[in-house]
C-alpha cells in the first residue's frame, strides 16, 4: 500500500494545485493593506501674485517633487501611480515672515481604494526677493579660429537691446548680455539666429548657472557678421622741423614697420600703405631723442580697419644726436687750383690747412685728411698776396666749420729759361683746368 501510494505522481500534483488554491482563497478573504509610496510633480500656483508686487521667489532646496505615501490593499497595490495624485503649493498661501506654504494633496483616481494618504514634506519653505528688470545692449563675441587670412567683422545684431528680469541678486551678477558666434573656418559672412547668453565682469559664461531664474524680453537674437579679408600695410613716416643748433636729426624708430587691417576685399585693394603725417612727428629745438605714441585709427585708409582693435597705438622715436668736431690736417699739395694763369706762379702760406668739421661720432671716424678733396678758384688773383678760400667736398654727413682760407701769394714768372731748364720746369709744374702747366710753390 505504502509503495502505491508514494509512485502515484497524479496524486503528488493534484495535492499542489488543492494547495495553491487553498492559500489564494484564504488571501482573497484576508487581502491586507500595504504602505506605498510615489514621487509625485509639485505643482506652483498663483507666482503671478508675487510678480504683480514687484517680488519673485525661490523653493529652498530647489525641490520639484514630493513623496506621497498611502495605504492601499495588497491586490490594489500594482494599479496605483504617481498620476492618481497631485501636489501643489499656492502661493497665496504663503506665510510671509517664515516663507512656508502648505503642500496640499488631491486624489484624482483610485480614491476609494486609498486611505491616510500623506506628503512628505508636508510643507516647502520659499524665499522671497525683489524683482528687478533692467536693459541690457547686446554685445556679440565670437568663439573659433576663421580661415588664415581671413578677420571677423563687426556684426549687426537685431534688436540692440533687451530687457532682463529677475532677482536683484541675480540680475546684479549680470555684466553683459549678448551672443556668441562660431567663426571656425569661416571665410565669408555669416548670419542667423541665436540664444542670449548671460556674462559676469570676468566675462565669464552665467547662462547654465542661473538657469530659470531671469527671463528675457526676447531669448533669440538676429544676426550678420562680415568676415573680413586681412592685409599688411607697410607704415611711412613724415618728419617736420630742426633739431637745436649742434643736434642733427638721424632716423625714425617704430614699435611697427607695418600694421595688419582687415577690410573688403575692394577697399583693401585700394590701400597700400598708412602714412603718419609729419605733424605727429615735429623735431624742432629737439636735444636728444622724441617718443611719440601715434593712434593708427586716425590714419588708416577708407574702408579699413585694425585686425586687432586693440593694437591701434605704435611707438615711434624720433632720433636726434649731437654732434662732435674735429680738426684735420690738408696738406695744400691737395688742393686743385681753377683757373691758374700760365704766367703767374702761386705760392701758399702754409704748407697745410687745419679743417674743422662738424658731423656724427660715427661719421668722423670715417673721414680723412686723404679722402678730402679741395680747389681754390685763383682766377681772378692778381699778383701780390690774395686772400683764397678753398671749396671743400665733404658730403652731406659733414658741416665745414673753419679753416678752409688760405694766403695765395701770385708772382710773374720770369724770361724763358733755355731748353733744358725748360724742360726740367715743366716736369715740377702743374696743370691747370685748361691744360696751361702751373707751377706751385708752397711757402713754410
Same mark, same amino acid.
Given at each position: 500500500m505504502e509503495k502505491k501510494l508514494s509512485n502515484n505522481l497524479g496524486l503528488k500534483v493534484l495535492s499542489v494545485f488543492l494547495a495553491f488554491f487553498v492559500w489564494l482563497a484564504v488571501m482573497n478573504i484576508a487581502n491586507p493593506k500595504v504602505m506605498r509610496s510615489q514621487e509625485v510633480p509639485l505643482e506652483i500656483l498663483n507666482g503671478d501674485i508675487l510678480e504683480s508686487s514687484g517680488k519673485t521667489y525661490e523653493v529652498i532646496g530647489d525641490r520639484d517633487t514630493v513623496t506621497v505615501y498611502y495605504k492601499v490593499t495588497t491586490s490594489d497595490s500594482a494599479n496605483i501611480k504617481a498620476s492618481d495624485f497631485r501636489a501643489y503649493i499656492d502661493l497665496a498661501d504663503v506665510y510671509e515672515p517664515t516663507g512656508a506654504v502648505p503642500v496640499k494633496l488631491e486624489v484624482k483616481n483610485n480614491s476609494n481604494k486609498?486611505?491616510?494618504v500623506v506628503s512628505k514634506p508636508s510643507v516647502i519653505r520659499i524665499e522671497?526677493? #525683489?524683482?528687478? !528688470? =533692467?536693459?541690457?545692449?547686446?554685445?556679440? =563675441?565670437?568663439?573659433?579660429?576663421? *580661415? #588664415?587670412?581671413?578677420?571677423p567683422g563687426v556684426a549687426t545684431v537685431s534688436p540692440t537691446y533687451i530687457y532682463v528680469s529677475g532677482p536683484v541678486s541675480v540680475v546684479? !551678477? @549680470?555684466? +553683459?548680455?549678448? @551672443?556668441? @558666434? &562660431?567663426?571656425?573656418?569661416? &571665410?565669408? %559672412?555669416?548670419?542667423?539666429?541665436?540664444?542670449?547668453?548671460?556674462? #559676469?565682469? &570676468?566675462?565669464?559664461? /552665467?547662462? #547654465?548657472?542661473?538657469? %530659470? !531664474?531671469?527671463t528675457f524680453s526676447r531669448s533669440e537674437i538676429d544676426y550678420t557678421l562680415p568676415i573680413l579679408k586681412e592685409k599688411n600695410l607697410n607704415l611711412t613716416f613724415e618728419t617736420e622741423g630742426t633739431g637745436a643748433d649742434g643736434y642733427r636729426f638721424t632716423g625714425i624708430e617704430s614699435s611697427r614697420n607695418y600694421v595688419e587691417v582687415k577690410g573688403l576685399k575692394s577697399d583693401l585693394a585700394r590701400a597700400n600703405s598708412v602714412t603718419i603725417p609729419k605733424s605727429e612727428l615735429n623735431m624742432d629745438g629737439a636735444t636728444g631723442d622724441k617718443e611719440v605714441t601715434i593712434d593708427l585709427n586716425k590714419y588708416l585708409p577708407e574702408g579699413v580697419e585694425l585686425a586687432d582693435p586693440a593694437a591701434n597705438e605704435i611707438k615711434v622715436v624720433i632720433k636726434v644726436e649731437s654732434l662732435e668736431s674735429r680738426t684735420y690736417e690738408v696738406p695744400v699739395s691737395q688742393i686743385k687750383q681753377v683757373g691758374a694763369s700760365g704766367q703767374y706762379d702761386y705760392e701758399y702760406d702754409r704748407k697745410s690747412l687745419n679743417i674743422v668739421v662738424k658731423g656724427l661720432k660715427e661719421d668722423l671716424d670715417q673721414l680723412? +685728411? $686723404? $679722402? @678730402?678733396?679741395? *680747389? /681754390?678758384?685763383?682766377? +681772378?688773383? *692778381?699778383?701780390? %698776396? &690774395?686772400?683764397?678760400?678753398?671749396?671743400? *667736398?665733404?658730403? %652731406? $654727413?659733414y658741416e665745414l666749420v673753419s679753416g678752409n682760407s688760405v694766403l695765395v701769394t701770385v708772382t710773374e714768372k720770369g724770361p724763358s729759361a733755355p731748353d733744358g731748364e725748360a724742360e726740367e720746369d715743366e716736369s715740377q709744374s702743374g696743370t691747370n683746368e685748361s691744360g696751361e702747366s702751373v707751377k706751385e710753390t708752397t711757402g713754410a
Open positions: 486609498l486611505e491616510s522671497t526677493e #525683489d524683482l528687478q !528688470r =533692467k536693459p541690457f545692449n547686446l554685445e556679440t =563675441k565670437t568663439e573659433g579660429v576663421t *580661415e #588664415d587670412g581671413y578677420n546684479g !551678477r @549680470i555684466s +553683459s548680455v549678448g @551672443i556668441v @558666434i &562660431n567663426v571656425e573656418g569661416a &571665410n565669408s %559672412d555669416l548670419s542667423g539666429t541665436l540664444p542670449v547668453r548671460c556674462f #559676469d565682469a &570676468n566675462n565669464n559664461d /552665467l547662462t #547654465d548657472q542661473i538657469g %530659470d !531664474r531671469v680723412t +685728411s $686723404a $679722402a @678730402i678733396q679741395a *680747389e /681754390l678758384d685763383v682766377s +681772378s688773383m *692778381e699778383p701780390g %698776396d &690774395n686772400m683764397g678760400t678753398v671749396t671743400l *667736398e665733404l658730403g %652731406d $654727413a
